[in-house]
């Protein structure tokens, strides 16, 4: 289904890949999802491997994410990442609060509060996990933990922060198991989300945050779930460690008139290959038998024998109809391959101007024009201040103090910031 917030589809890579590995992964994606601009893709890639994906698809339709980050800027906190760290290598997304952290590194509520808000304060995108353990579920207290979770990791967040924070809603159960929650028991929980941020905000913040389902998803389960009003994506787990079944959850999580269109172009192609295949036996077939070669197909005497006005054999007939068969599905797989290029630009601009209009614009301002520095006539620069407005009073009257221009030093590249 058709939905106002635009869907977003993340793979977590946890701790896989080498550098290696996760570049073979991203160029798989890159060469299979090259024509998705219908929702977000987001890859989640360890820490080492950060500078090399990103590299790899800073020029594509992906999206770089991390695994985590310091609720500090910088400091002495060994071993730990910083939210402009992280900026160097053009993340736009990073995972708060997952179950694993909360669990193994005992992460609480008020540290990932810490986390959240430092995300924001460095313009990136937090993916705040909640959710809730099978026993929790069991006795029957998963809107108490989820509702706890959602609260605490959430304080201290101003409404246009929460709009643009994602929340994924992994039920621990079914993180890693092969169990997932059925399409209605994800609905369920996510749409109780939805009503708690009403009422922790406002209904716009309701309405606008995205919250992605984050439990075993895989391709065949992914359309069901993304077919659900208040699913808006999902956080994937192991299925995003092999390019075929994240693609494949991908395209299945697209609205179905592009699925339809995809099916449609899929099938004209496979259509369109066999009526060449069917072209060049006919052609072959009715080549002249004595000096048949590849050139004689496309002679004068051939094509007049095969196409031209005075050919009524049946071979002849057939081949004619098979051309202009021809014809028609390539134009045809023209004109749909360009609606949907077209399609996909429209939804880029509508998803622009949705992030245009939340975010306020503030005017310009022009700089204050600076004074160049005057040289006293001993020809020493005189000092700011006090010090050198007196120098400037004693300057002789008609005499105008030369300034001369100060070369401006080039300005070396960071060898480890390999943006600048």
């Known amino acids: 289904m058709e939905k106002d917030r635009r869907l977003i589809i993340a793979g977590n890579w946890k701790m896989n890949k080498t550098v290696a590995e996760a570049l073979d992964l991203v160029k798989g994606l890159k060469r299979n999802l090259i024509q998705v601009k219908e929702l977000d893709i987001v890859v989640c890639p360890p820490f080492t491997a950060l500078s090399e994906v990103s590299r790899e698809i800073i020029d594509s339709n992906i999206r770089l994410g991390a695994q985590n980050m310091s609720e500090q800027s910088v400091g002495a906190c060994t071993g730990e990442i910083a939210a402009e760290f992280l900026k160097e290598f053009l993340v736009r997304y990073v995972i708060l609060g997952h179950s694993e952290r909360r669990q193994h590194q005992e992460e609480s509520n008020a540290l990932i509060a810490r986390k959240v808000a430092a995300a924001h304060a460095a313009s990136l995108k937090p993916i705040v996990c909640v959710g809730e353990t099978l026993e929790d579920r069991e006795d029957g207290k998963t809107e108490a933990v989820v509702e706890g979770q959602l609260t605490g990791s959430l304080s201290g967040i101003s409404t246009g922060q929460a709009k643009e924070t994602i929340i994924a809603y992994e039920p621990v159960w079914a993180i890693g198991t092969g169990k997932t929650a059925t399409s209605e028991q994800a609905q369920d929980v996510h749409a109780f989300i939805r009503s708690k941020l009403e009422s922790l905000y406002d209904a716009a913040v309701a309405k606008q945050t995205r919250i992605q ?180 009073a004693n300057q002789p009257e008609g005499e105008a103090a030369e300034t001369p221009p100060k070369p401006t030093p080039a300005t070396k590249p960071n060898p480890n910031n390999w943006f600048s």
Do not use: H
């Open 213 to 392: 389902y984050g439990g075993s998803v895989k391709p065949v389960n992914a359309r069901e779930l993304m077919s659900q009003p208040d699913i808006d994506g999902a956080l994937v787990g192991g299925a995003s460690l092999d390019v075929r079944s994240f693609s494949d959850i991908v395209n299945n999580s697209i609205w179905p008139p592009n699925i339809m269109l995809s099916l449609v172009i899929g099938f004209l192609t496979f259509i369109l290959v066999v009526i060449c295949a069917i072209l060049m036996v006919l052609i072959l077939v009715q080549l002249p038998k004595k000096d048949a070669g590849a050139g004689l197909a496309f002679g004068g005497g051939t094509a007049e024998a095969i196409f031209g006005a005075g050919a009524s054999t049946p071979l002849a007939q057939i081949t004619k109809y098979c051309a202009g068969i021809f014809l028609a599905l390539a134009l045809a797989l023209s004109a749909l391959n360009a609606y949907r290029s077209n399609l996909g630009d429209r939804l880029l601009k509508q998803e622009a101007a949705r992030q245009a209009a939340k975010t306020p614009t503030t005017p310009a301002t022009e700089p204050a024009p600076t004074e160049p520095p005057t040289v006293t006539p001993s020809g020493t620069e005189p000092e700011t201040g006090e010090t050198g407005a007196s120098a400037e």
